[in-house]
């Protein structure tokens, strides 16, 4: 959850990845106490813990988007609110901030493949 919502809201300022550090440890030890509840409760009823795990998602992804910070000011959920939805520079400038520049990977796997039909071309030219 942490990374679908900085993915697509990156513009987190200084504080955003200790933001995500933090919270995501705090969601997970959450997530392990309840998950000793929920044992109890999927052993009365296998749907009211489907229920519970999807309410708890539900609940930890809205405080993730009023929590996370924004460069703006303006929280993830406001923005949602406001149907200011991510767009494709957003999405590409979260993965640059994880680190994943798929667009230099793209742009060498098409020279490979140029160099590859070029070979080929030659080959079939000797022939």
Known sequence: MHLAVFLCYPETGPYG???LI?????WSVVLV???ANLKFIKLLSGAAG???NLAFFAVMLAAIAFTMPQRDGVSVLKK???RRFPDRTSLDTGLIKLGVNYRSEVKKDI???DLGIQKTLKKIEKD
């Open 111 to 113: 020279k490979g493949l």
């Open 50 to 52: 489907l229920l519970f």
């Open 33 to 35: 106490v309840m998950n």
């Open 80 to 82: 949602l609110q406001e």
């Open 17 to 19: 990845n200790l933001f």
């Open 22 to 26: 933090i919270s995501a440890l705090i």
